[in-house]
């Protein structure tokens, strides 16, 4: 029981009473799990990377213990999941960059920079203590200091033992006039929307990483009821913008499939007037994604 009180210690705010209380429950979850615990702590232990990991940012032994990443996950299935998504890491990135990426105690990795209206804009690969509940690292793309778009995600195998990249949640701006901000930016995409263009930014991140498929949970899949409002109204509709981005529903109805790469429209089917506009968003989305592909090449092994 100790160690896990030691655990408890390092993840909550023991100045702060919930989070005190919170501690509590852990350790009390993780007794009626010691076996399982135990093997997950010995399984980061055993690599000095991932044991240095664990102990900067043991965030993971919380993970485990509560129903986070999808509706109806088990003990089980959260302690393979974060093996596989740390051991993706491991294998895939620089030994600094899997460091960066993996504890919540890092910086960042930047995937894309621009500017707008003299203020930077870029997108970022974090893993952030506050989006833990969704996935273990997140795509944000940001304007300045504000937060316009987020993606939590995980990578792990799916039933076909193919290495996928798993879409926990989406969040999107909650700054003041957020409506005017995104209107003005989506402008600067000619037209594509901040959505789609993180989004797009994931699936560049996705292949550049060598991952085979990209899958997302839907509304019934949400591990949590925070996305529907008191008067049972979605605030997000994950269903909509899934199928919008060309993905369709699994036989497990939590989750969808989503495509690799963008479908986009030939010029023969966009009306005349337009495809000046779509030439040139076209020719944005192709640098973005030439940017991170090589952003990428920095921090693969």
Not at 73 to 81: D, I, K, Q, W, Y
Not at 174 to 184: G, L, S
Not at 250 to 271: A, G, H, I, N
Not at 278 to 296: C, G, Q, T
Request: with cysteine; charged share 30%.
């Amino acid at each position: 029981m100790q160690e896990f009180i030691d655990l408890g210690k390092k993840i909550y705010n023991m100045k702060n009473p919930r989070e005190r209380h919170r501690m509590v429950v852990f350790v009390a979850r993780a007794m009626l799990h010691r076996r399982d615990m135990n093997s997950l702590l010995d399984w980061f232990r055993r690599d000095v990377a991932r044991r240095q990991l664990i102990e900067e940012s043991p965030f993971p032994m919380e993970q485990v213990t509560r129903a986070f990443f999808y509706k109806g996950s088990t003990f089980r299935e959260r302690m393979e999941l974060i093996k596989a998504h740390v051991a993706f890491l491991q294998k895939t990135l620089k030994p600094e960059a899997f460091m960066t990426l993996a504890s919540v105690h890092r910086s960042h990795c930047e995937v894309w920079r621009s500017e707008y209206e003299g203020t930077p804009w870029c997108a970022i690969l974090k893993n952030e203590t506050g989006q833990r509940k969704e996935g273990m690292l997140s795509l944000e793309m940001n304007l300045g200091e504000e937060h316009l778009y987020q993606m939590m995600f995980w990578i792990a195998p799916d039933e076909a033992d193919r290495i996928s990249l798993w879409v926990g949640a989406m969040q999107g701006p909650n700054m003041q006039e957020a409506k005017e901000v995104i209107k003005k930016v989506t402008k600067a995409c000619f037209g594509y929307r901040t959505k789609n263009l993180i989004l797009y930014m994931l699936q560049a991140v996705a292949r550049a990483w060598g991952i085979q498929r990209i899958y997302a949970v839907t509304n019934y899949g949400y591990y949590a009821n925070n996305h529907v409002r008191r008067n049972r109204k979605l605030k997000t509709n994950f269903g909509d913008f899934w199928e919008e981005a060309g993905g369709h529903p699994l036989q497990d109805k939590r989750f969808y499939e989503l495509p690799l790469v963008e479908q986009r429209k030939s010029m023969e089917e966009v009306k005349t007037h337009k495809r000046n506009l779509y030439r040139k968003r076209f020719a944005f989305l192709d640098a973005v994604d030439a940017e991170i592909s090589e952003n990428m090449k920095k921090v693969l092994k």
